[in-house]
C-alpha cells in the first residue's frame, strides 16, 4: 500500500518565479491538506481539499493556491516566490468522513528560494 | 486561537532510559491528538493517536496518554534506543471536527547517546 507521495522532492527557485508542488494521498483517502514547515518550527496550515474544493485555509497570503483533481491527487501553487517561502512543504492525507482521521504526511518537498 | 507547546525543545538522554516527552495545548476543546516523529529533512510518521474521550493509546515501546481537562498530552519511550533519536511532534486537531486542521507544536529534538 503506497503511502502519501509527493514530488519533487528538491527544488530551487529564483525569486519571483512560481512553483507547483504535487501530492498523492494514501490509498483510499480523499481529503488532502497542505503544510508549510520552516526549519525549527512545526508545520502551518495552509489548506485543504476535499471534493475537488478549498475547504479550510490558513493564514496564508493569495499567492498559495491549489488543486485537487478527480483522483484526489493535489497541487500546491506558490507565485511570486519570496524567501521568506523557503520551507519544507508537506502534504497530508485522511479520509474523516469514513471515520479516518488518523493524518498521514508524505516525505515533503524542500523549496529553496534564492 | 489554538496554542501548542513542547519544553524542552531537545533532550539528550543514555541508552535505556524511560522517557517522557510532555505537550500542552491552551484550548481543551479539541477532537483529538496525534504524536509524530520527524527525522532530519523527512516527512512525518504517525505513532498514536488518541481520541478526546480516550486517555491513553499504546504501540510497542510507546504510550500516549491524554489530560483534555488541564491541556496535556506525554509519551512515553520505555528502554529508549539510539535509533530513536528524531524530532517528535505534537498535534491537535480542534473541536469543529474529524476534517479540521491540525496545529502543531515545535518538537522535542531527542538524542538517545550509545
Known amino acids: 500500500d503506497a503511502g502519501v507521495t509527493q514530488s519533487p522532492t528538491h527544488l530551487i527557485k529564483t525569486r519571483g518565479q512560481q512553483v507547483t508542488l504535487r501530492c498523492s494521498p494514501k490509498?483510499?483517502?480523499?481529503?488532502v491538506s497542505w503544510y508549510q514547515q520552516a526549519l525549527g518550527q512545526g508545520p502551518q496550515f495552509i489548506f485543504q481539499?476535499?471534493?475537488?474544493?478549498?475547504?479550510q485555509r490558513g493564514n496564508f497570503p493569495d499567492r498559495f493556491s491549489g488543486h485537487q483533481f478527480p483522483n484526489y491527487s493535489s497541487e500546491l501553487n506558490v507565485n511570486a516566490l519570496l524567501l521568506g517561502d523557503s520551507a519544507l512543504y508537506l502534504c497530508?492525507?485522511?479520509?474523516?468522513?469514513?471515520?479516518?482521521?488518523?493524518?498521514?504526511f508524505g516525505q515533503g518537498t524542500r523549496l529553496t528560494v534564492v | 486561537k489554538q496554542e501548542v507547546t513542547q519544553i524542552p525543545a531537545a533532550l539528550s538522554v543514555p541508552e535505556g532510559e524511560n522517557l517522557v516527552l510532555n505537550c500542552s495545548f491552551t484550548d481543551s476543546a479539541i477532537y483529538n491528538l496525534q504524536w509524530f516523529r520527524q527525522d532530519p529533512g523527512k516527512g512525518l510518521t504517525s505513532l498514536l493517536l488518541i481520541q478526546s474521550s480516550q486517555r491513553e493509546q499504546t504501540s510497542g515501546r510507546l504510550n500516549a496518554s491524554l489530560d483534555k481537562s488541564s491541556g496535556r498530552s506525554t509519551l512515553y519511550i520505555a528502554a529508549s534506543q539510539p535509533g530513536d533519536s528524531a524530532t517528535y511532534l505534537c498535534?491537535?486537531?480542534?473541536?469543529?471536527?474529524?476534517?479540521?486542521?491540525?496545529?502543531f507544536g515545535k518538537g522535542i529534538t531527542l538524542s538517545v547517546r550509545p
Open positions: 490509498s483510499g483517502h480523499d481529503t
Open positions: 498535534a491537535v486537531r480542534d473541536y469543529t471536527g474529524a476534517n479540521s486542521k491540525l496545529t
Open positions: 481539499y476535499y471534493e475537488e474544493e478549498e475547504r
Open positions: 497530508a492525507s485522511s479520509s474523516p468522513g469514513d471515520g479516518n482521521t488518523e493524518a498521514f
